[in-house]
């Protein structure tokens, strides 16, 4: 009751002053990437997309100058994956903020803390500059978080002056790669920068593992940690070549060849569920003209999978933190408990849950593991389908994608449904039939997916690769709507 009538207060004075006129006179100290004066062909936006991946390259190779960090484990190297960030470089922050204040924004706007009107373009551009705002304030706090905490020592040994320094140039970072994001999504280039960064942030993890030409000690000799060059190792060394290939195929602790082959599988995979879809009947009010929409499996496409990997990935941290500091407390033991193997296919130093809440969430290694703790796989199957469900079925709320969002969209485009009157609640309880069942279905399918990559080992985990493929097919789509796709392989554009 008391939250209701909290709920109650805040929605009635943000109605009255609304948070999005507050910002207003703000918005005009930040920096902005003006919408370009004329059309992009798609070679521009081509040249824009990749110069814009160059620049985020390039900063996630430049050390952050004046750290001194401390050897350990990296508490957010479960989260480094969907943040596309690189430990200790200038991107260290990667998306983070712009992933938080977008989410944020839209829950604000889900439960009407924040009143905007879709169809008004300076309502539009008001709540752009507002998570543009957000966003710059959560880069600050969590770049003076890292630094204050310890991530790169101890503030008295690092002198107040570099700990200054160290802030700023992660703020500037992080000013980089949000305008890169605009510039991107401001029409210049394909996508957005979230999920161009994203995507090569996985599958540099992937290439990486397959060829890296680095070597590591794990205590039977000095092997490639790349799999690829670790079978031609075998080959080469080994006198044996069954037993060569029986160790480059099933080697542990480092990427291995059925890793390799498992991460081929799951793209297949995911790529044959991200054709299924049911068609909506739908005309044009006036001409007749079929006018068809597809309603996808993957109805809330890889959101789940980034609200639920989040999720973990904080849990972990906490956990990681509070028994590094508590590790005998009882509280501290049920949330989980970390060792750190002697080596890993991350690197050295990556702990791992054993036991508590944080274990039961982590995904099995391996079928050993399968067969050793079936409670384990269980709950984590349990936990990982259900999240994603409900995560997919909520935030068609919170997008506009419920049915009621979508039958007002429709109407306002003057489509009906064929064999209907022009009425707005037919449609609606049409759509009623297939929307919530494609959140619900698709969201336990994608983390189905998730499971099934973790299972067979696949590089990257299944959840990167699930981010991956969708990000690289929601590229596709946009080339094909282009009409750019023919040209750029040869072929000839329909005039």
């Known amino acids: 009751d008391l939250l209701q009538f909290l709920y109650f207060i805040v929605s009635h004075v943000t109605k009255m002053v609304r948070l999005l006129d507050m910002c207003e006179p703000l918005l005009a100290l930040l920096p902005e990437v003006e919408k370009p ?15 814009s991946l160059f620049v985020f390259l390039v900063c996630c190779q430049i050390p952050v100058f004046g750290i001194r960090p401390k050897p350990g484990s990296d508490p957010f190297y479960w989260m480094r994956v969907i943040l596309a960030s690189n430990k200790g470089t200038l991107m260290e922050l990667g998306i983070s903020p712009i992933v938080t204040a977008g989410l944020i924004m839209q829950l604000l706007q889900g439960a009407n803390i924040i009143a905007m009107d879709n169809n008004n373009a300076k309502d539009r551009k008001l709540f752009a500059g507002a998570q543009k705002l957000f966003g710059l304030i959560i880069t600050f706090v969590e770049a003076t978080a890292y630094v204050f905490t310890g991530m790169y020592g101890d503030v008295s040994d690092i002198g107040m002056f570099f700990c200054i320094l160290i802030v700023g140039q992660l703020v500037f970072a992080g000013v980089i790669c949000i305008l890169l994001d605009e510039l991107l999504q401001k029409g210049y ?103 068809p929409q597809p309603i996808k499996l993957f109805y809330t496409s890889n959101m789940p999978i980034i609200l639920q990997t989040a999720l973990v990935s904080n849990l972990y941290f906490i956990s990681q933190v509070l028994y590094r500091r508590f590790p005998t407390n009882i509280f501290v033991s049920l949330l989980g408990k970390w060792e750190e193997p002697g080596v890993s296919s991350s690197g050295f130093g990556t702990h791992v ?41 909520t935030w068609i709320g919170i997008s506009k994608q419920s049915p009621k969002d979508v039958a007002q969209q429709f109407s306002q485009q003057q489509l009906i449904l064929v064999g209907y009157q022009n009425s707005q609640e037919h449609l609606q309880a049409h759509l009623e039939k297939y929307i919530p069942t494609a959140a619900a279905l698709g969201g336990m399918a994608i983390g189905a997916l998730t499971i099934l990559g973790d299972f067979l080992g696949a590089i990257g985990s299944g959840t990167g690769i699930l981010l991956a493929v969708s990000f690289i097919t929601q590229y596709k789509e946009q080339l094909e709507q282009e009409n750019s796709l023919p040209g750029i392989l040869g072929g000839k554009k329909n005039q």
């Open 37 to 51: 004066k004329t059309k992009q062909t798609a070679q521009d936006k081509i040249l824009w997309t990749c110069l």
């Open 189 to 291: 280039g394909f996508g957005s920068g979230i999920s161009l960064f994203i995507a090569t942030s996985i599958c540099e993890t992937i290439i990486w593992k397959s060829f890296s030409p680095f070597t590591m000690d794990t205590g039977r000799g000095s092997e490639f940690e790349g799999a690829v060059i670790a079978l031609f190792q075998q080959l080469l060394q080994n006198s044996n070549k069954v037993r060569a290939l029986k160790e480059a195929f099933y080697r542990p602790h480092l990427p291995n060849i059925i890793n390799l082959l498992a991460t081929f599988l799951v793209f297949l995979v995911v790529i044959f569920f991200q054709g299924f879809q049911v068609k909506i009947p739908l005309q044009h009010a006036t001409s007749k003209q079929p006018a």
């Open 353 to 393: 849950p054993v036991s508590g809440l944080a274990y039961y969430v982590s995904p099995p290694h391996s079928f050993a593991d399968v067969m050793d703790d079936p409670i384990h796989v269980v709950f984590y199957c349990v936990f990982i389908m259900g999240t994603c469900a409900m995560f997919s079925k």
